[in-house]
T-cell receptor
């Protein structure tokens, strides 16, 4: 069964600090992996999309890594800001289906 | 460019009542998705359209849920009758194309349904 597991479930950090969110998946075949940011009351917004051959991809202060051998991905947030408070969802695409993780709820505290 | 538009944004109904949600995807996007998102969970696909054809509706509870995309543009998702467990956020998303590509999915703001 295709699954995407995210950790931690929730996280509180101080403004300006860095953090790393984890994603493990068992989706096969693998097409690509996406990280989304979902603000409260809004739809998810894409941060990065990575294919099998990509190990790392950055979008501003967000850097995603992918290890296709171990089927793990991480999202690193640098110099966090209050506006980074949101749910971060890892999504893995097989041939035609998308499998969503439950998300990590991040709270950046002043 | 306008994003994915959904309406209404919020809906409160009593159980056993019908309810409908509307979605207008980004212009030119031929793939449209309806998702249900429960609190603290990731979105779950209900149905995916390629133009006007429903190509994946395996997770749609067909006894009470129905959807249509008659002209391959906007779409309506209906629940009749609603149950307490249907309370959730219903998200619509669109993409230029599906299949094996890395096409980006764009989500609407969602409709938050509360069934009392």
């Amino acid at each position: 069964k295709n699954q995407v597991e995210q950790s931690p479930q929730s996280l509180i950090i101080l403004e300006g600090k860095n953090c790393t969110l984890q994603c493990n998946y068992t989706v096969s075949p693998f097409s690509n992996l996406r990280w989304y940011k979902q603000d409260t009351g809004r739809g998810p917004v894409s941060l990065t999309i990575m294919t099998f051959s990509e190990n790392t991809k950055s979008n501003g202060r967000y850097t995603a890594t992918l290890d296709a051998d171990t089927k793990q991905s991480s999202l690193h947030i640098t110099a966090s800001q209050l506006s980074d408070s949101a749910s971060y969802i890892c999504v893995v695409k097989g041939y035609s289906t998308l499998t969503f993780g439950k998300g990590t709820m991040l709270l950046v505290s002043p | 460019e306008a994003g994915v538009v959904q309406s209404p944004r919020y809906k409160i109904i009593e159980k056993k009542q019908p309810v409908a949600f509307w979605c207008n995807p980004i212009s030119g996007h031929n793939t449209l998705y309806w998702y249900r998102q429960n609190l603290g969970q990731g979105p779950e696909l209900l149905i995916r359209y390629e133009n006007e054809e429903a190509v994946d509706d395996s997770q749609l509870p067909k006894d009470r849920f129905s959807a249509e995309r008659l002209k391959g543009v906007d779409s309506t998702l209906k629940i009749q009758p609603a149950e307490l467990g249907d309370s959730a956020v219903y998200l619509c998303a669109s993409s230029p194309q599906q299949g094996g590509g890395s096409y980006e999915q764009y989500f609407g703001p969602g409709t938050r349904l509360t069934v009392t």
